[in-house]
């Protein structure tokens, strides 16, 4: 039995077959020196914890397999990390560092287990870039037959909308005689592939912790030990032969070193048996088990971080297999060539060329601070706005925050902690391209460092592609040992972070003085001169001289300190009493009144320093500080403004801006221990060939064609070379044989093959099979898998029966049908004669109905007047079906009561802030919310300036998985929504894209121009074919009166932009708000009260919108803001509600909303509030119901709102308070005489007591 194996050994090595391209993918277990602050993947394999991406770069690998995920697929996480926390924080770092990897679930200590199409979906798309390589199943933590089926069938669904990625199972093995050489695990895989003939995927054996030295278990060595290159090589032998598996379809993952079962050792001789079986035989993969034991300890028992072997060296057997394996890792897609990595240097600067200054002024962080989300603010502009805003308007494209204190490591911004600091603001100042330094110390607090560890701590909080530098303020009487430690600092990072700057930043004279710098500035040029430190920066505070003398200042004409020019002499000074080059100076003036009285520094002293930072090549010039650029009167010196009053608003930065005639310069990516995103060397240009990749969103590679094939789009994650369409299809590739597993005998009584902390397998460069080409899609949907559904009962109704990623029944009881209202949702309704129930305050047998979107209509800008509702989407039958619903969407400002930890968002209705997702449902029937605002540039949008990334992470999956539908609002009041190219939109629409996204809205009306609004036009023109389901709004203000046009200036763009591009299928949505006044036709007005009637100007402004521009009703939407508006006196009512719900439902609206969710809870009338409704009459969530019951209520058909010269004279559209009992008689006829008799004296008795309807008619002009 012994020799058996051997001979078997030699004659596969025979074999000769071509030399395959092997991939090989370490496993990395995720919790192993895992950073639990910044949910970082690290390693310490090198000796010293680092980014992974860094001890990869070593290793010489290019690919990871990343284990573990665990619990269900859409809310898995790794070792009670989310899946969303884990993937931002290294997602895109690993790709950006142009590392492959492999998303590996299950192991030893948890299952994975996926019910459904949709949340598979989901679960891929969390982690999917250019870099991700395959999914993997490590199959051994007790899961059932049942949902080893459940994944299997996932990859089969999914292989068609990733058919670049590869599926690996991975299962524990024997390595010797075993027949079946896979246990129970491995059994129940085999059987499911099997059962559903899935083809393409890959078998990765665990060939490792045999348990004991038998040949039914391994290969026994010389030593009477299993030889664990050879069982690995048997592993895969017997798994190829006992099942007719393809070598191109199986991988072997060795442990490395010592393994758990004792005696069981694998070598580094073993690493050249099992790499010379694999290229033979051209086996799909290698992996090793794991990355983080790749470094050499003594002999004992097995463990996580090191290999129990002691003669390999550091990532001894990773650089091992890589020289063995030819070809390295194989990515999916061709690898974007990186950046090279610049050389390490620590010399001297060349001098600045004048296009090369850095200008960077100071943001005292604690300067209109949000202390409850973290978030850095300035109110420069005269409002507070996001830092980000404000140096956009600037012109500035770099900035150096101020201050951290205290310990590097544990440093903290003014009390706030480092890591909440960096959580809130990083992102988002490179997601806006703004650069920054980190300036430490100042003069409220020391900043010190001892060691290097805690250095690199320090700094890679903050890197990023947009960090340019770290600065120590030195100014509080740090020690000579203090400034020592900060320049070894210095000086070991400058070799990890060579592309950043490091600067000192002292007090300084301006005038006779030598030496020019103080005491601090002394301290640290001897320690520079200690340490031999180069390529540092010296930095001179050049303020705050102290009194006007010669020694200290350059004297002015006036007899005061000229401030521009004292500033030119510290940086001679320094010059040329330290031989410091210009290139390694800088200066800082204090703009405006200096704390010290009598010195201003003035716009004129602006062009002195930037000519002679200019004509000598400073290395920079910055300015104290950013928040203080605002105008004051004169007077002692305030962080909020300058005490100059004549350079206007950001006057000094944007002469600075213009003296220095140089944008500050972008640091290119730094070759640092931490994560970067360099941006990506484009691919070459030469075009796909049949059944590549030739486009989806994230594809950096080709966009056409060889001839004789188009790209043809399966889902917006890929689209695929095909064959034109023909008569008939091409037939696919024949497939691998399909796997047929012999039934297997009982498995002997020997001990079970077990696995450590067990990797994942990576599919294999053997593809699925390739799909027949099929004619391009002309409307493709954001997913293409069919979710098998559930066999469960038909729904009731009222209940859902169909649409994208929904699994549940697609039938409907009896007397019901399945009406389709959107991709997304189908309703199971009764037919056309049966109107549908008014719900009750409290529905047993059904559910009340939840208002859903109209289908999206399918008129043209201006076709033919109709008082009817249209919809776009088919009857399922000649007998038709009640009509859908109208869409109720409240509006909810994302920025009130935000969560600024998790980013969810939140509301406060009943006096407790609470999660927005556990209040809505204390009203069931509501289930569309419009979240407002995303503004900033498409696929960099923020919110209230948290990234959009952010938002999308927090809340799209939540809100889906709790079956919460939503709109994405874009724009606003506060700032503008742009969108210049088609790819940054589909970008900005798939970042908040699942089953629950009801559609896009654009709230224009923040300064947008004609091009910005026809950018939107067309980039929704190009969308609606891609999101066929999706529903597009432009949200504008209107009048409500007899005023014309109705429209305002933003109304009449976007009507013309659309005109112009002939866009059909959209939603004009009024803000029937804040009319200003009730004079000038403004809005209808109260013939006692005088004020405007804000249901019936409501009601009046979709009558002009639907008359000027012959607009359908079913593509127009109304926001009312309840209760209180800006505007004193516009007050819209409970009874308001009714008069505009009824005018929606009898002609069709497109939709109704109303500003805001926040709003809708009592307060006392006052001016208007954005967490109340200042109406105080309606109850808690009271418009909400109000509108909702409105909108579901059967009213009786009225008279038409259409003859000539209408504009709302009918008491039909009035409330109580405002009823007119004339016009009923239209209506009422062949309505028995009593009802009518008493409905008239009703009318009668109103119209003695209030008479607004007839006043205004009596003012309206015929």
Known sequence: MMASAPVVLLCALLLTPALATVLFSPYKDVTVAFNWNTNELRSAVTGTVSPLSSALTASGANTV???????????????????????????????????????????????????????????????????????????????????????????????????????????????????????????????????????????????????????????????????????????????????????????????????????????????????????????????????????????????????????????????????????????????????????????????????????????????????????????????????????????????????????????????????????????????????YIISTGGANGAFTCNNDADFLTFVNRYNSKNLVGIDFDIEVGQSQADVDNLVQRVKAAQTIFPNLRWSFTVASFGGSANPI??????KVLQSIKAFNLQGYIINLMTMDYGSASPNNCVIGANGQCNMGQSAVQAAMALHSQYNIPYSQIEVTPMIGGNDTPDETFTIADVATVAQFAVVNGLAGVHTWSLDRDRDCAPGSATPMCNTYGQAGTLGFTKAFIASLAASPPVPSPTPSLAPTTPAPTPLPAACSQLYDQCGGQGWLGSTCCA??????????????????????????????????????????????????????????????????????????????????????????????????????????????QCRFFSVWYSQCVKGASAPAPTPTSAPTSAPTPAPTPAPTPSKSPSPTPTTAATSAAPPLSSSGGASPPILFSPYKDASIYLNWNTYQMGVSLSGAQASLLSTLPQVPALSVTTWAFATGACGTETWGGVSGQMIAAANVQAWANAGQRYIVSTGGAQGAFTCGNDNDFLTFINRYNSRSLVGIDFDIEAGQTQADVDGLVQRVKVAQAVFPGLRWSFTVATLGGTAQPSLGYYGTMVMSSIARYALTGYYINLMAMDYGSSAGGNCIVSGTTGQCQMGLSAVQSAINLHKAYNLPYSQIEVTPMIGGNDTPDETFTIDDVSTLTKFAVQNGLGGLHMWSLDRDTDCPPGPASPTCNTYGQAGTLGFTKAFLSGLAATTKPFVALDAPDDVVTSALWASPSATRAAPLLGVLVGVPVGIVLGMLAFGAYRLRSKRAAVVVQQHIPK
């Open 65 to 435: 397999t990343l284990a573990f995920a665990t619990g269900a697929c859409g809310t898995e996480n790794w070792a009670g990390i989310s899946g969303i926390a884990l993937s931002v924080s290294n997602v895109k770092a690993l790709s950006a560092a142009g590392i492959n990897y492999i998303i590996s679930t299950g192991g030893a200590n948890g299952a994975f287990t996926c019910t459904n199409d949709a949340d598979f979906l989901t679960f891929v798309n969390r982690y999917n870039t250019k870099n991700l390589v395959g999914i993997d199943f490590d199959v051994e933590g007790g899961q059932t037959q049942v949902d080893i089926d459940n994944l299997v069938q996932r990859v089969k669904t999914a292989q068609a909308i990733f058919p670049n990625l590869r599926w690996s199972f991975t299962v524990a093995s024997f390595g010797g005689t075993a027949n079946p050489i896979v246990g129970t695990y491995g059994l129940m895989v085999l059987q499911s592939i099997n059962k559903y003939n899935l083809q393409g995927y890959i078998i990765n054996l665990m060939t490792m912790d045999y348990g004991s030295a038998s040949p039914n278990n391994c290969v026994i060595g010389a030593n009477g030990q299993c030889d664990m290159g050879q069982s690995a090589v048997q592993a895969a032998m017997a798994l190829h032969s006992q099942y007719n598996i393809p070598y191109s379809q199986i991988e072997v993952t060795p442990m490395i070193g010592g393994n758990d079962s004792p005696g069981e050792t694998f070598t580094i001789a073993d690493v050249a048996t099992v790499a010379h079986f694999a290229v033979t035989n051209g086996l799909a993969g290698v992996h090793i088990w794991s990355f983080d034991r790749d470094t050499d300890c003594p002999t004992g028992s097995a463990t996580t971080t090191c290999n129990s072997y002691g003669q390999a060296g550091t990532l001894g057997f990773s650089k091992a297999f890589v020289a063995s394996l030819p070809g390295g890792p194989v990515a999916p897609v061709p690898t974007l060539t990186p950046a090279p990595t610049p050389a390490s240097t620590a010399s001297v600067p060349t001098p600045a060329s004048p296009s090369t200054i850095l200008f960077s002024p100071y943001k005292d962080i604690t300067v209109s601070f949000n202390w409850n989300t973290n978030v850095l603010q300035t109110a420069v502009t005269g409002s507070v706005t996001p830092l980000t805003t404000a140096l956009t308007q600037s012109g500035a494209k770099t900035i150096t925050l101020a201050f951290a204190t205290g310990a590097c490591g544990t440093e903290n911004w003014a009390g706030v902690s480092s890591a909440a600091l960096a959580a809130a603001n990083v992102n988002a100042l490179s997601a806006a391209g703004i650069n």
């Open 517 to 522: 710098i103080g005491t601090s500035g002394l």
């Open 707 to 816: 001839t004789g094939s188009v790209c043809t789009v399966r889902s917006v994650w890929y689209s695929q070379c095909l064959a034109p369409t023909a008569s008939s299809p091409t037939p696919a590739p024949t497939p691998a044989p399909t796997p047929t597993p012999t039934p297997a005998p009982a498995l002997t009584p020997t001990p079970a093959p077990k696995s450590s902390p067990t990797p994942a397998p990576t599919p294999s460069p053997t593809p699925a099979p390739t799909p027949s080409p099929t004619p391009a899609a002309t409307a493709p949907t954001p997913t293409s898998q069919a979710p098998t559904p559930l066999a469960i009962s038909c729904s009731g109704e009222w209940n859902q029966c169909g649409g994208t990623g929904w699994t549940g029944p697609s039938c409907c009881a009896p007397g019901l």
